[in-house]
């Protein structure tokens, strides 16, 4: 049976409308936003992605990409959050990687409560693993158990994880290199409160310190000989370079729908009408929507390609790159069209910037997006020219004309 996705986009939208209600205390606080995913569970939308036979409701991409952005319109930070869930366990139902033991173990707690999944790969001193260092986390094997002792930077979500996939590397003569799901009530794990961005604060994106933490030796998602490097799945990246723009594509709409709501509402006694009858505010609206169009119509094609199985090679990074410089242009020119109201704490507009502004922190940055995509571009290059083209024979006559049916 085809699950009826509708009623759940519906509550998605609804509920980014009451997160927005709340989104200025988390800002200012710095507190996470625990109420929101006892809300996003209740709607039954935590395990959207979910494989059905494990009590999810089987969604995509699409649906994915969805409810992330009706969430982000409200509150981004609670939106990266749940982005990361949901890419964790669309891996842990399409990947292959997963043992049946973990998937049901997560899959369980997810059915039976707020049970938050993601990743931890990030280093103080290695950084991304994007960038092609091995990680310097290391995982020892001392009987039946792992035991795994490193520093992990940026563990978006760590006040509500329950479980946490921290890349390392074996001590082995061979070493090998994987995702080992640890447990954060675990033995030996610490939390260092880092966290202190311009934007984005309430994902409490903190330190995870593991030192000397114990799992079962069966608790591997995937390990491989480190000398093959982390291994990514080209087509699941659409996941990541999908649902983190839409985040900051999210904070971009919140701040064109402040707008509309200041100049359609604000009318000053020298003008005598609302700011929104003048030509100047009405052409920067219409540049904005140019840039949100763009941003939804690139979102949209890389989800549905995805789920469809369609290729789209180096496609999807280029979108990343596109959908995040367009919602930071959009929370700029918001602020230049609504002066000094716009830069007032009292108004959101300037934590939305303050919030686009934080997309530029994923990795891969812009330039290596770029190297990238011009790397593609040498590669289909070098192909054609590989194959020499038989030229069309040139025709220097015209054909002899055809009679008119029924002419005299």
């Keep these: 049976m085809t699950t009826d996705f509708a009623p759940y986009l519906e509550k998605a939208e609804q509920l980014g409308k009451r997160f927005a209600l709340t989104a200025r205390h988390y800002d200012e606080t ?33 649906e994915a990409l969805a409810v992330v952005s009706s969430v982000a319109r409200g509150e981004p930070s609670t939106a990266l959050v749940l982005a990361m869930h949901y890419s964790q366990h669309y891996s842990m139902r399409a990947s292959g990687k997963w043992p049946d033991h973990l998937i049901e173990r997560v899959t369980k707690a997810n059915r039976d409560g707020v049970a938050l999944l993601n990743a931890a790969q990030v280093e103080p001193r290695v950084g991304s693993p994007s960038h092609g260092s091995p990680p310097e986390t290391i995982a020892r094997k001392v009987g039946n158990q792992w035991r795994i002792t490193g520093h992990k930077t940026y563990a978006t979500g760590i006040p509500l994880l329950k479980w946490v996939a921290v890349l390392a590397i074996t001590d082995e003569p061979e070493p090998r290199l994987g995702s080992f799901l ?134 999807a990074a280029a979108v990343k790159h596109v959908v995040i410089e367009n919602a930071i242009a959009v929370t700029t020119l918001a602020l230049d069209l609504g ?62 004309r055809l009679a008119v049916v029924g002419s005299a």
Excluded: C
């Excluded at 609302?274 to 094609?301: A, C, F, H, K, M």
């Excluded at 990795?363 to 020499?388: D, E, V, Y």
């Design 339 to 400: 002066g000094n109201p716009g830069i007032s704490r009292d108004n959101p507009l300037e934590r939305h910037h303050r919030d686009a502004l934080s997309g530029k922190a994923h990795a891969p940055q812009n330039n290596m997006i770029r190297i990238i995509l011009a790397k593609a571009a040498l590669g289909r290059h070098a192909a054609a020219s590989a194959t020499p083209l038989e030229p069309v024979p040139v025709r220097t006559h015209l054909p002899p």
């Design 30 to 62: 710095g507190d996470f936003p625990f109420a929101n995913f006892d809300a996003l569970y209740e709607a039954g939308l935590l395990g959207l992605v979910t494989a059905t036979e494990h009590g999810g409701l089987g969604g995509g991409l699409s």
């Design 182 to 315: 640890v447990p954060t009530d675990a033995d030996g794990i610490r939390v260092e409160k880092t966290w202190n961005a311009t934007g984005m604060r309430a994902t409490n994106s903190d330190d995870l310190i593991l030192d000397d933490v114990a799992i079962p030796l069966e608790d591997v998602i995937d390990i491989a000989p480190a000398s093959e490097g982390l291994r990514r799945d080209e087509r699941q990246g659409a996941w990541y370079f999908s649902l983190v723009p839409a985040i900051y594509d999210g904070a971009a709409r919140g701040a064109r729908d402040w707008l509309i709501e200041f100049t359609t509402t604000r009318a000053p006694a020298s003008l005598g009408a609302p700011l929104s009858t003048l030509p100047r505010i009405q052409d920067g609206l219409g540049q904005i929507e140019v840039w949100l169009t763009t941003n939804r119509r690139l979102l949209r094609s890389i989800a549905e390609d995805y789920d469809n199985g369609r290729p789209f090679g180096p496609d």
